[in-house]
């Protein structure tokens, strides 16, 4: 823990706030807040919050340390509500419906995004439907891997599921030495705007897709068949006819597969191994 005169910084909780004015506004100005709903998650001290109170319609916040309630304070402004919980643990159909009167309009998303959470914020976030865009800062090294392409070492699961349901701009790198305490590595603030899909097409990526690339990339290094054969009660022989049949090269990874191709084998695998 780090302590200064108003807060001891708890490291347990990824707490390095921005606190660069210039980058705090061209966030705000990327999110596209004027008159919307907005979600934060992890407030802080509320250097951004302050900004976001001028132009967003409604405001909730999420902050998890409830010691920064101090800071979080605007008597002048009744648009804003804080609960002091954990974002993963909440309902947030019922927290929409409570405080912004609907569950039903759209609602953009902003934050700065501990690494040890990020993989599950970003699920959570992806299956809110009011949630239609979300601008988050990230740790550079995880950003690069969700923007990553095949062959190149970080791309994982992670980067073909945030490219497969988001169209991802890089907003700003951001240096390490704009926060407070000053973390290892530097940062990245990346705006995440939804596919619109059909229903069928969600039912496939999340009940088809999502569970065949958990399978693909558990061993990343390996090759697709013997991860198949590993993790799945199919003989290798059945899955080498598979591979064979759809003419997919015997000694191909996952990590060597772009998005699309691994959807077309995702599908022929599905529909081959239900007969």
Known sequence: MIKNEQHVFKKKYGQNFLNNSKILNLIVESAGIS????????PGKGA?????????????????DFTLK????????????IIYDNF?????EKDFKQYFGSAQEEVVLVGNLPYHIVSAVLFKIFTISQIKSFTIMLQKELACRILSDPFVKNYNS?????QSLAIIDVIKIVKKT????????DGMVLKFTKKQFSLREENFLYNVFFKF??????QKRKQLINNFQDYLNISKSEIISFFVKYRIPLNIRAEEINILELQKIAKLFWSYFQR
């Not at 992670?158 to 945030?162: A, E, K, N, R, Y």
Request: proline share 5%; glycine share 2%; aromatic share 14%.
């Open 158 to 162: 992670l980067s073909v599921i945030c």
């Open 70 to 81: 101090k800071f979080l304070f605007f008597p002048k402004y009744c648009n804003i509500h």
């Open 88 to 92: 993963l643990k909440r309902d947030i």
């Open 48 to 64: 951004l919050t302050k900004l976001l109170v001028l132009k967003a319609k409604n405001i909730l916040a999420y902050e998890i």
């Open 35 to 42: 008159n919307k709903n907005i979600v934060e998650i992890g």
């Open 178 to 185: 704009n926060f407070y305490p000053r973390p290892k590595v």
């Open 213 to 218: 690339l958990k399978i693909a990339f558990k």
